[in-house]
């Protein structure tokens, strides 16, 4: 099993900037990706970003490329979203997510474990 939590989240103008973290804790030793995805009131879950979690290789939502960057520590077993430049159509649930599997980490199907969430309100 592997633990997740997230942090960071909150309220912010459009333009500015937020860094979300995420704390894996149980058996990351398994883990081959971990990401990101959000939720929107009355929404389904989409895919943000992901990076595999030993090579590094990244993938970004179309919607979110070039404003937001996802990175790990692995000594720290932490995952990190750089959000940039929002706008309000980035206010959701944000949730982090591994995967113990090579397969689309694009696709929420792909993750086996995931957080609670955590809100980011973004305000015109």
């Known amino acids: 099993q592997v633990q997740l939590v997230e942090s960071g989240g909150g309220l912010v103008q459009a333009g500015g900037s937020l860094r979300l973290s995420c704390a894996a804790s149980?058996?990351?030793?398994?883990?081959?990706?971990m990401g990101w995805f959000r939720q929107a009131p009355g929404k389904e879950r989409e895919f943000v970003a992901a990076?595999?979690?030993?090579?590094?290789?990244?993938f970004y939502a179309d919607s979110v490329k070039g404003r937001f960057t996802v990175s790990t520590d692995n000594a720290k077993n932490t995952l990190s979203l750089q959000m940039n430049s929002l706008k309000t159509g980035d206010t959701a649930v944000y949730y982090c997510?591994?995967?113990?599997?090579?397969?689309?980490?694009?696709?929420?199907?792909?993750?086996?474990?995931w957080g609670k969430g955590t809100l980011v309100t973004v305000s015109s």
């Open positions: 997510a591994a995967s113990e599997r090579i397969t689309d980490w694009t696709d929420h199907y792909g993750m086996d474990y």
């Open positions: 149980g058996r990351t030793f398994s883990t081959s990706a």
């Open positions: 990076i595999g979690w030993k090579g590094g290789s990244t």
